[in-house]
Structures are given as C-alpha cells and as structure tokens.
C-alpha cells in the first residue's frame, strides 16, 4: 500500500511539474499566435466589400424608387405608399426570422454566414433587376412592384443578416473589429455614393419633362416629346440596375474569396439552444440593448425620411430638377471623405460623445434649406455639410452594436450563437419604422395633392416636401438623442467588459491546451 500511495503521489507530482511548464509555454506563445491570427489589412478590405451591395442598392432604392413609381411607372401615390410601406414591412419582418434561422444554423465547409451569402445573391440580383422594369400591362402593375420588391428585400436580408453577424466572427479582438467595422463604414458609404452616382447620373440625363417647344401652339409636339421620354426614363432606370448588380455580385465574390470565418471562442455548453420566442425574450430584456435600439431608430428615422422625400424636395420644392442627382452625390461625398474622421474622433473622444456631435451637426443645415430662398449654391454648400452627419449616422450604430453583444456576453456567459438576433432585431425596428415613415409621407403628398408625372407640382406640395425633411426629422434627432443620453456603456465599461472578455478567452484556450495535451 505504501508503495503504491508513493507512486501515485510521484505520478501526481510529476504531472503537476509537467503542466507548470507547459501553462508558461503557452501564455508565451499566445500573444504571437494572436498577432500572427489578426486581420490584414487586405482582410478587412474584403470583409468591407462586403456591405456595399446592401449599400449601393439601399441607396438607389431610398433616393429614388419614391420618384420612380410616381413619375416613371405612374402609379397613384396611394398605391406607391403602399408599395413602399408594405415592402419595407415585410423587410423587417424577415430580419429576425432570417437573424433566428442564422443563428441555428450549423457551421458547415466555408463557415456559419457564407453559405447564406452565397446562396441568396443570384435571386436578389434577379429580383432587383425587376423592380426597375415597368410591365406593358396596367391591371397588375401594383402587385409586380409590391411582390418583387417583397422578393427582393427578403433575398437582401439573407445576404445582409449574415454579413452584419459576421462581424463577431472575423476576429475575437475588440480593437480588430472595431477598425474592420471602420473599413465596412468607409466601404459602404461609398457604395451609397455609387449608387446614387450610377442611379442619379444614368437616369438624372433623360427627364420626363421635356423644354418646351418652340411653337408653344404645338401640343402634338409636346406630347410626342414626353412620350419619347418616358420611355427613355424606363430604358435608363433599367440600365442602372443592370450596371447595380454587376457590382453586387462582384462584391459578393470578393467577400467570399478574401474572408475567412472563424468559429469563435469555442466555448461549449450542454444547454438546449434557445427557443425564437425564448431569445427575443433574453435580447429585448438587455437593457443596453434596448436603449440603444431605441435612441438610434429615432435618429436613423430622421435621416430615412430625408432620404425618402430628398429627391422630390430638390426637384419640386427648390426647384433644381436638372442638379438634383449632383446634389445627391456630393452629400454621399462628402459623407464618404468624412468617415475616417468619425472614426478618429469616436477613438479620441468615445463614442456616446462623437453620436451628439456627429447627429446634432445636421440640424442646423437642415433649417437653413428651408429657410432661405432656393440658391442652387447654397444647396451644394448643405449638401456638403450635410455629408458629414450622414457619415457619423452611418458609422456610430454598427460600432456600437458590438459592444453591446459584449456586454450582453458578459452578463450571460452561458448563453451563445445569438450574435445575428442582436443585429437582425435591430435591423428589424429601423426598417418597420422606415416603411412606416415612407408610406406615410407618400400619403401625405396625396392629400397634398401630388400630380402623377407632373412637371409642376401645387404649392401645397413644396409646403408638404418642406416639413417632411426639416421639421419633423429634428424632432426625431432630439428624441433619439435624448434617449441615447441614458445608454449606459461608457469607455470606462466598454473596456472593462473587453479586459474580462479577454480574460475568459484567454483561460478558456489555456484550458483546452492543456487538456488536449493531457
């Protein structure tokens, strides 16, 4: 017996001197193993290319789908508020059932997110295509529009859903995805530059209002002249959506081809996976969460309804029909040079800080367009300064969002795979609230009494055009703003959460190290 209880305590000591050496190896190679598995520069570009579809199509769709039902296709603004409501709608329905099928998906070959990615290109790009095609027939032209556009927002949120989870699972570094989700920001207000370049330049060379004749007597001549650009208007719009999904599948591509999924921390649990209605329920009761949801669907209201009636506004209320599509894009611009900054400024100053300087910039401008008597160089001058809100609103939500996910992670470290339902919810409430905001201010025009393709518009409509981008867009800023003042993740929690994020990562891979070495 004697004998025996040596050996074992020679066993127990032996293996104790054996593992001792082996913990300092592994915590003295680690931080070269991290650097030498962070991302490269190359790797966040392509991450970043990414989020340009939804970007580019986002744009071409929120500046200019409103001018194209009513003035293109002709519908009636009340079946063109419908079209809008509708589809957004049903967007946002599909973000947390698209977010909860992710987030149960099983890691395959090419990772959790790709094959998502992947799949739903070909059909969005197929159903994009025919939103920007006006059928021959006028029985159904309402339903083509409300069925292809549903179609196609389901197919964009099966790719953008899983883009935007993807995020937590490029890199385990806080610092990394804060700079790639940099990268993403800089990419993809470029991409609402290229899309309303592509649109508005393509489509803003045929008018649907044509100069009028020299023989103002001849109203054959007039009506042959519109007819003709019409149809010009339908071949370009056409156009520029073909040009669009050329450079969606080719940011698809790079993204597949230059990004490497990671399958996280590895952290294993025996729990049952959630329920939907079990990890709404676990979301929706972080606080954080829901504060920041709120403060941002407020603010990124304001800006959508800008960017919804913006087109219009420049093109009946100031009357800048041949520069609105320039105008347009020197805002996007402007927003584009401007992003490196924010990010600057957000790392220098934190976060909360860069939201009320960067949304709060806006509003100035925004009461001076409307304010002042049309001048076509005063308007660029807006637009200019305009820009730079539209990056920080841009920038500040999805460099946020993340930290929640932390926060979250570290209150419930034994929940996990519920990254895409904190995006795909969030993207939920702003899209609803987008379709809301749109459907009800093409209704307006309506009651305004908005003409189908007219070349001038009632004076009440200018008035209408007027308070949907200026007065009701600064009372949202200020109530989001107002709410965002309570979120309640600061630097000093931010990093703190990070350091035990870290910390727990680190004793997790030490632990299953050393146990696979055992």
Request: aromatic letters at 12%.
């Amino acid at each position: 017996m004697a004998r025996g209880e040596g050996a074992e305590q020679y066993n127990a000591t032996l293996l104790t001197s054996t593992i001792k050496p082996m913990k300092t190896e592994i915590k003295a190679i680690k931080p070269k193993e991290q650097r030498k598995s962070g991302l490269t520069v190359w790797n966040k570009l392509c991450y970043a290319f990414g989020g340009a579809p939804y970007q580019i199509t986002g744009s071409a769709l929120g500046f200019f789908l409103q001018i194209y039902l009513l003035d293109v296709a002709q519908l009636d603004p009340f079946y063109a508020s419908i079209i809008l409501f509708v589809g957004r709608a049903w967007d946002a329905v599909t973000d947390p059932t698209v977010g909860f099928l992710v987030s149960r998906s099983r890691w395959t070959g090419i990772g959790r997110m790709m094959p998502w990615i992947l799949c739903s290109t070909p059909f969005a790009v197929l159903t994009y295509i025919l939103i920007w095609y006006v059928p021959s027939f006028e029985e159904g032209k309402v339903i083509w529009y409300l069925v292809f556009y549903c179609l196609f927002q389901s197919m964009q949120t099966c790719f953008h859903v899983p883009y935007s989870a993807l995020t937590m699972f490029i890199s385990n570094d806080q610092k990394e995805r804060d700079s790639a989700t940099a990268y993403r920001m800089t990419v993809e207000v470029l991409g609402t530059v290229l899309g309303t370049a592509i649109q508005g330049q393509i489509v803003g060379g045929v008018s649907t209002c044509p100069t009028e004749p020299e023989d103002h007597n001849s109203t054959n001549t007039t009506l042959n002249t519109t007819i003709v650009s019409l149809e010009d208007s339908k071949r370009a719009y056409l156009l520029a959506s073909g040009v669009i999904c050329i450079i969606y599948v080719f940011c698809a591509a790079v993204l597949f081809f230059g990004v490497k999924e990671q399958k996280g921390s590895g952290r294993k649990t025996s729990a049952p996976p959630l329920t939907f209605r079990q990890g709404l329920w676990v979301i929706v009761s972080h606080g954080p969460y829901v504060k920041l949801v709120i403060g941002f669907l407020f603010t990124s209201l304001a800006f959508m309804l800008l960017e919804g009636n913006f087109a219009l506004f420049i093109t009946h209320a100031l009357g800048h029909r041949e520069d609105f599509q320039n105008i347009l894009l020197v805002i996007m611009l402007s927003g584009t040079l401007t992003i490196p900054w924010w990010q600057w400024f957000l790392t220098r100053f934190g976060k909360k800080t860069a939201t009320y300087c960067g949304i709060l910039w806006a509003v100035p401008f925004m009461i001076l367009i409307v304010s002042v008597q049309s001048h076509l160089i005063i308007s660029y001058l807006v637009s200019v300064a305009a820009g730079v809100s539209v990056a920080a609103a841009f920038l500040l939500p999805w460099s946020m969002l993340p930290d929640v996910v932390d926060d979250f992670k570290v209150q419930n470290p034994d929940i996990h795979g519920h990254e895409a339902l904190f995006y795909s919810f969030y993207v939920f409430f702003i899209k609803f609230a987008s379709g809301l905001s749109l459907g009800i201010s093409t209704l307006s025009l309506k009651f305004a009494g908005y003409v189908t393709g007219g070349c001038v518009q009632p004076e009440a409509v200018s008035l209408t055009l007027k308070v949907l981008v200026s007065p009701v867009p600064i009372v949202l800023i200020i109530i989001g703003l107002l709410v965002i003042w309570t979120y309640p993740i600061d630097e000093e929690r931010r990093q703190g959460n990070r350091k035990l994020l870290e910390d727990l990562l680190d004793s997790e891979s030490e632990s299953s190290e050393l146990g696979s070495s055992v």
